[in-house]
């Protein structure tokens, strides 16, 4: 996927989020991204994290180390 399309969708989503208490919110864009972004999408953003080179909101970043992790062999 575009690097810039993946950032816009996980940042809308914690957009949607951002209303919500804090930790309800970090736990909700981990869930939702957990429950309907498929493995390489999940893995993608991973990379992206730690190359530290995009413009995620920041409640993405607080939500990143509870999303589901991506299996090697996935």
């Known amino acids: 996927m575009a690097p810039d399309k993946l950032v816009y969708m996980a940042n809308q989503i914690a957009t ?26 999940r893995k993608q953003l991973f990379d992206m994290i730690a190359e530290d080179n995009a413009d995620f909101h920041p409640l993405v970043l607080r939500a990143a180390p509870k999303i589901r992790k991506v299996k090697e062999d996935a």
Request: a negative charge; aromatic letters at 16%.
């Open 16 to 41: 949607f989020f951002k209303s919500q208490p804090e930790n309800e919110a970090a736990e909700g864009v981990a869930n939702h991204i957990s429950d309907f972004w498929e493995p390489r999408m």
